[in-house]
């Protein structure tokens, strides 16, 4: 594997990565948005390897990978963990190359997904579903890994796997006419990272690099941070596709040799940009795959700028619409959950009704009578007209003496409640 001084993936090694992955992963297109570039001034244009067959980048650096084993490798099968995109993607390569692979998939993965896996790999995969998180999953693909010899293949730290994701870049540089100011894209391990941070920095250092994490899951952020590579405790894993506890040993040197700086994104604003591409552009992303324009707004004057936002992927499973409907209402202020304590006594719903604005809407409302009481709690959903409708209804709420705790900020309590 051929290295620069400085550690980087070479671009020779990039090329040859394009080379073995002609026919197999699509040379995505990179096309301007109006909207976006209307709305920053600027000339974005969005990467679009959501429209990968299967939906991803991921098939790029499994493919590569795979291709670069010997014989008896190949004879002896693969095995990776993944419960999304780089399953998905080492199904399709085993299939493609006729490699036996097993993939460990934790049980709560959702069925669509598992039909994927299924779907792409056909007779050359078998999909174990095993332990109730990715960490459990990956324990016991290790396991199975060294017991029966079989190659790992790493969904993000491996050389040939960050090769692979590297023709990304290079992609990008061949189909823009003009010099790019500024390179956007999700973290998550950091193979696409590295791969790109790889062949921008050889072939277009002038660019900027710019990475986006969700804020619950800042694995790359906090590491570059503390300049060592950490391990967060717990992580959101709403954003699948990017939601890391550790980033890669291969990865990390890269990625903060080569990116200016790592933004954070709170998952509720990638859940409104989930929904602005759907209702305005068309585009159905996923959420790690929203998160390079949902960082659009925190980079400061974007104005005149050729900016590149990578869509990383669009495999968004449709039963997850309302909870991003939620997540996004949530976000931007308009959503609102309390538990509210209501006089046991007819007419005391009509008298709260009073305390909403005009456009104010219940949307969620919880009542058992209980017996012998005074008062009774209630779980109360309300949906604003306008989020500086808030504070107003906080203070309607105390002129009427009325006991309540809102949930928003309590997720432990929100979680079991919501």
């Given at each position: 594997m051929t290295r620069t001084d400085t550690g980087l993936i070479s671009v020779e090694e990039v090329i040859?990565?394009?080379?073995?992955?002609?026919?197999?992963?699509?040379?995505?297109?990179?096309?301007?948005?109006?909207?976006?570039?209307?709305?920053?001034?600027?000339?974005?244009?969005?990467?679009?390897?959501?429209?990968?067959?299967?939906?991803?980048?991921?098939?790029?650096?499994?493919?590569?990978?795979?291709?670069?084993?010997?014989?008896?490798?190949?004879?002896?099968?693969?095995?990776?963990?993944?419960?999304?995109?780089?399953?998905?993607?080492?199904?399709?390569?085993?299939?493609?190359?006729?490699?036996?692979?097993?993939?460990?998939?934790?049980?709560?993965?959702?069925?669509?997904?598992?039909?994927?896996?299924?779907?792409?790999?056909?007779?050359?995969?078998d999909v174990v579903l095993?332990?109730?998180?990715?960490?459990?999953?990956?324990?016991?693909?290790?396991?199975?890994?060294?017991?029966?010899?079989?190659?790992?293949?790493?969904?993000?730290?491996?050389?040939?796997?960050?090769?692979?994701q590297g023709t990304v870049g290079l992609e990008i540089l061949d189909?823009?006419?003009?010099?790019?100011?500024?390179?956007?894209?999700?973290?998550?391990?950091?193979?696409?990272?590295?791969?790109?941070?790889?062949?921008?920095?050889?072939?277009?250092?002038?660019?900027?690099?710019?990475?986006?994490?969700?804020?619950?899951?800042?694995?790359?952020?906090?590491?570059?941070?503390?300049?060592?590579?950490?391990?967060?405790?717990?992580?959101?894993?709403?954003?699948?596709g990017a939601a890391v506890r550790r980033v890669g040993t291969h990865t990390f040197p890269i990625v903060a040799e080569t990116f200016s700086r790592i933004e954070l994104v709170d998952e509720g604003k990638v859940c409104g940009v989930m929904l602005d591409l759907y209702n305005e552009d068309g585009l159905v992303v996923e959420p790690a795959g929203a998160l390079s324009i949902a960082v659009l707004d925190q980079l400061g004057d974007l104005s005149g700028k050729r900016v590149v936002c990578i869509v990383s992927g669009g495999n968004n499973d449709i039963t997850r619409t309302p909870e991003i409907q939620e997540r996004a209402l949530m976000y931007a202020g308009l959503k609102h959950y309390f538990i509210v304590e209501f006089p046991q006594r007819s007419g005391a719903l009509r008298d709260f009704l009073d305390v909403l604005g005009p456009d104010d809407d219940i949307t969620h409302f919880e009542y058992t009578k209980k017996h012998n009481r005074a008062m009774g709690p209630a779980l109360v959903g309300i949906q604003l007209g306008r989020r500086g409708d808030f504070e107003e209804l906080l203070a309607r709420m105390e002129a009427r003496k009325m006991r309540f705790e809102h949930l928003n900020d309590q997720p432990i309590l929100f979680e079991m409640l919501i």
């Open positions: 040859k990565a394009r080379h073995k992955l002609r026919g197999i992963a699509l040379e995505t297109p990179l096309m301007r948005s109006t909207r976006l570039s209307n709305l920053y001034g600027a000339e974005v244009y969005l990467k679009r390897e959501d429209l990968q067959e299967v939906r991803s980048y991921k098939i790029r650096g499994s493919y590569n990978k795979m291709s670069s084993l010997s014989q008896e490798e190949r004879e002896r099968g693969v095995v990776c963990a993944s419960a999304g995109n780089h399953a998905q993607g080492l199904a399709y390569a085993c299939k493609a190359m006729r490699v036996r692979g097993t993939i460990f998939m934790p049980v709560v993965t959702p069925a669509q997904k598992v039909r994927k896996v299924r779907m792409f790999g056909g007779d050359y995969v095993t332990g109730d998180t990715y960490d459990d999953a990956y324990a016991e693909s290790m396991r199975v890994a060294a017991e029966r010899g079989l190659t790992y293949v790493h969904p993000f730290d491996d050389l040939k796997t960050i090769a692979g189909a823009s006419a003009e010099p790019i100011d500024m390179v956007v894209l999700a973290v998550g391990g950091g193979g696409l990272s590295a791969g790109i941070g790889s062949v921008f920095r050889q072939l277009s250092p002038h660019t900027e690099l710019i990475g986006v994490e969700p804020s619950g899951a800042p694995a790359m952020y906090e590491s570059i941070r503390q300049g060592r590579i950490v391990t967060l405790e717990t992580i959101d894993s709403f954003v699948d």
